[in-house]
């Protein structure tokens, strides 16, 4: 079983429509969920995070984590052309080290048309 | 705003070279990563660095690669022979903490490295 699943898409919503993206994973030493977001040929951007199960919002996205069941979603509500872009869920773990390693969903495709 | 910032944008070599790809973490930053994503897949975890040290590496991240921090602002990844899996975007990262204070990582926005 993969750590973490998500469906790739690609997903196509018109312009105002709401927008779900999930992820489930099975490691439960991951501690913190975040949500990046890609466009071509560019690095991650993080969009939001939260570590525990509930709900987190920030002005048009809601970030949810369901501890139990090993599973996060991303809502974006009002979507516009310009949130087109792939979304990365991705996972972490402290390391005994130092720092925090990600572990990355595939990432789910999404074009917002007008 | 301050950003991670990556040379070169694009990197050609033939199979057996050695290359080094550079970053320049964000200044007050103590964790730096390097991670990489081969066309369509997903984005994988190569290395953690900190206090100049490798804290954490990856299966990925066999004899072939090394990480160094030369001084104190750039930090770079070596392969010393490169294969034509090797072919894929580097991305760098960092962060200012470790646990909760540091899940913030900061992307750079890549080295394409192309091995022929």
């Known amino acids: 079983q993969k750590e973490v699943e998500q469906d790739p898409g690609p997903l196509s919503v018109p312009e105002g429509a709401i927008v779900s993206l999930n992820c489930t994973y099975s490691?439960?030493?991951?501690?913190?969920f975040m949500w990046y977001r890609q466009y071509s040929r560019k690095g991650p951007e993080l969009l939001m995070y939260t570590y525990s199960s509930g709900n987190k919002e920030d002005g048009r996205f809601t970030a949810q984590v369901d501890k139990s069941s090993k599973y996060i979603s991303l809502f974006i509500r009002d979507s516009q052309p310009s949130d087109s872009a792939t979304y990365l869920c991705?996972?972490?773990?402290?390391?005994?080290?130092?720092?925090?390693?990600?572990?990355f969903g595939t990432g789910t495709q999404l074009k917002v048309e007008l | 705003e301050p950003e991670v910032t990556q040379t070169p944008s694009h990197q050609v070599t033939q199979m057996g070279q050695e290359v080094i790809l550079r970053c320049v973490p964000i200044s007050n930053h103590l964790y730096f990563y390097w991670y990489r994503q081969i066309l369509g897949q997903k984005v994988e975890f190569l290395v953690s660095f900190y206090n100049n040290e490798i804290s954490e590496k990856s299966e990925i991240f066999d004899d072939q690669f090394s990480v160094e921090r030369p001084d104190g602002s750039n930090f770079t990844l070596k392969i010393r022979s490169t294969k034509l899996e090797d072919s894929a975007m580097y991305f760098c990262?960092?962060?200012?903490?470790?646990?909760?204070?540091?899940?913030?990582?900061?992307f750079g926005p890549g080295t394409r490295l192309t091995v022929t």
């Open positions: 991705a996972m972490s773990e402290r390391l005994t080290g130092g720092g925090n390693k990600l572990t």
């Open positions: 990262a960092s962060s200012e903490a470790s646990g909760l204070a540091g899940v913030e990582q900061y």
């Open positions: 490691n439960s030493a991951f501690q913190y």
